[in-house]
């Protein structure tokens, strides 16, 4: 069965750094565009993050940048997001969501603008706090 599998999650200080994984079970990442998306209670789902398949260019939402940053690996066929500087609002589910239509640009994919993923991951909690 196709899935995207996520870990790296759990509950750190703030200030302190947590490394998630996106792994593609039966199928490789390396056609996808990749983003990183979270939901937090009683909050919208927002793109935190996304990077393009091709030349691995990256978009980050405005109150991620210079925190968090997005990797991918095509020999391990898993995709990383970095989360450096942590604060008590960036509690939320976070998911790994996989695009095979890679017309649009990943700014617009991680704003889910004018394309639809393909795959959801099952996601993993991150929760900041002392």
């Known amino acids: 069965q196709l899935q995207l599998v996520e870990s790296g999650g759990g509950l750190v200080q703030p200030g302190g750094s947590l490394r998630l994984s996106c792994v593609g079970s039966?199928?490789?990442?390396?056609?996808?565009?990749i983003g990183w998306f979270r939901q937090a209670p009683g909050k919208e789902r927002e793109g935190v993050s996304c990077?393009?398949?091709?030349?691995?260019?990256?978009y980050y939402q405005d109150s991620v940048k210079g925190r968090f940053t997005i990797s991918r690996d095509n020999a391990k066929n898993t995709v990383y997001l970095q989360m450096n500087s942590l604060k008590p609002e960036d509690t939320a589910v976070y998911y790994c969501?996989?695009?095979?239509?890679?017309?649009?640009?990943?700014?617009?994919?991680?704003?889910?603008?004018?394309?639809?993923?393909?795959?959801w991951g099952q996601g993993t909690q991150v929760t900041v706090s002392s």
């Open positions: 039966d199928f490789s990442l390396n056609y996808y565009d």
């Open positions: 990077i393009d398949s091709s030349d691995g260019s990256t």
């Open positions: 969501v996989a695009f095979s239509d890679r017309s649009t640009s990943i700014q617009n994919m991680c704003a889910m603008r004018y394309t639809a993923p393909d795959y």
